[in-house]
């Protein structure tokens, strides 16, 4: 089963929960635009260069459309449309007035240059420039994105409109995005996992913690665990592993991962470890931080951690979800987790929107409160209709997405 096919099954479960007639569920179900470009650039050999760009725009009921920009080359129309509702569900989940959107081009980053990467993204703009704005659909960074590609969007943008700083999120400080926003998403999941712990009599303190992921949210989410007293037993990345059963220095390992290209490869205190290794280890809390569709069918049975922390976007496939599900594992799912980064994105946002600039500290308590908040109303969602949190998550953004619409006339 897909990804598309996996929330499309969580959607259906909350709508019928709800009660949703079936014309507003096909309704909220259908993206309200999809975009896809063809994009040619001069590569640096000389060469054309011919890729593929998307962009879904799922719902507005709710507000501006709201999603990141991914290159990888798995990209394709369906993840986009997938990932662009979980979205819609995801910003409602925390309360934010957007709704959700996504896109990217089917490339692979690593092998473009800088200048390659540049011309890239001015091109995808200049062929979707229509359909995005401060008060349309605002794009942020995903896998294969960062702020410096956020950057490009916001000045190729403003070639046709003019200083736009609201355009995008995720840009860098100096050119008015927020402090916090490349840490959002792994300390907003820390923020989560906490308190679903102490609602366990437990905390982040005295807890494992396994992270197959090292990049922009497994790294901040390691460090971020590490200074509330966790331990860190393994992380990884796409070149591997390290473990240490007795727990990992993790500012050293950050500091290795700077001095060696990102990787954790090589680092010495600690023992190589697979990928898929790190999926069965014996932790408190398993975190897939990085791409999709890691735990599965396949290996949901040997998984042996307690919690499951979807810092990544849809890690879990339905039919490994269930197995979990049933062996009592707890599901913390990626609709609340990861739901940090669009929450700080939004933060951006308004002060873009309204010519402020908040610090680092008030960012972060900023967070915090939301995702608390969210956290609760999930788990108070989920008590209620006695169900897991995954689909407390979807009952809670589902419900309210159906809510704005309806009260739009929507029928």
């Not at 054309?48 to 998307?54: D, I, L």
């Not at 659909?137 to 000045?155: E, H, K, R, S, Y």
């Not at 023992?271 to 569709?293: H, K, M, T, W, Y």
């Not at 339905?318 to 707890?330: C, E, F, M, N, Y």
């Amino acid at each position: 089963m897909s990804t598309l096919e996996d929330t499309q099954r969580y959607f259906y479960r909350a709508a019928k929960l709800l009660q949703l007639p079936d014309k507003t569920a096909r309704i909220l179900l259908e993206p309200d635009r999809e975009v896809k470009v063809q994009i040619v650039i001069e590569l640096d050999n000389g060469e054309p260069g011919v890729f593929t760009g998307y962009r879904v725009q799922h719902n507005h009921a709710r507000g501006p459309l709201k999603g990141g920009l991914r290159y990888h080359p798995s990209v394709d129309s369906e993840e986009v449309a997938a990932l662009a509702s979980l979205m819609t569900w995801k910003t409602a989940v925390v309360d934010l007035p957007f709704g959700g959107a996504k896109g990217g081009v089917a490339c692979d980053p690593a092998s473009l240059s800088d200048a390659e990467r540049e011309r890239l993204t001015r091109k995808f703009v200049e062929r979707i420039h229509l359909v995005i704005g401060p008060r349309t659909d605002i794009p942020a960074p995903d896998l294969g994105t960062d702020a410096q590609t956020m950057a490009w969007v916001m000045n190729e943008y403003g070639k046709y409109y003019g200083f736009s700083p609201g355009c995008v999120t995720g840009k860098p400080v100096e050119l008015f995005g927020s402090p916090g926003r490349d840490e959002a998403t792994g300390y907003g999941a820390v923020v989560v996992v906490g308190e679903y712990l102490r609602s366990q009599g437990r905390d982040v303190a005295g807890t494992t913690f396994a992270v197959q992921g090292f990049g922009q949210v497994g790294s901040h989410l390691a460090r971020r665990v590490h200074e509330l007293g966790g331990t860190v037993v393994a992380v990884s990345d796409v070149h591997g592993g390290i473990w240490n059963p007795e727990g990992l220095d993790v500012p050293a390992l950050l500091a290795h991962a700077r001095d060696h290209g990102g990787t954790v490869q090589g680092f010495p205190h600690g023992e190589p470890i697979s990928n898929e290794a790190l999926l069965r280890l014996q932790v408190d809390v398993l975190v897939p931080a990085a791409v999709g569709g890691v735990l599965t069918e396949e290996n949901a049975a040997e998984v042996r951690a307690g919690i499951v922390l979807e810092a990544a976007n849809s890690p879990t496939t339905a039919a490994a979800d269930a197995i979990l599900q049933r062996r009592g594992v707890t599901m913390l799912p990626d609709l609340l987790v990861n739901a940090g980064g669009v929450t700080v994105s939004y933060f951006e946002w308004a002060q873009s929107e309204q010519g402020q600039r908040w610090g680092l500290e008030e960012v972060r308590s900023q967070l915090e409160a939301t995702m608390r908040r969210a956290y609760r109303e999930v788990a108070a969602t989920a008590a209620a209709h006695r169900v897991d949190l995954r689909t407390g998550a979807f009952l809670l953004g589902v419900e309210r997405v159906a809510r704005a619409a309806l009260l739009q006339g929507y029928r």
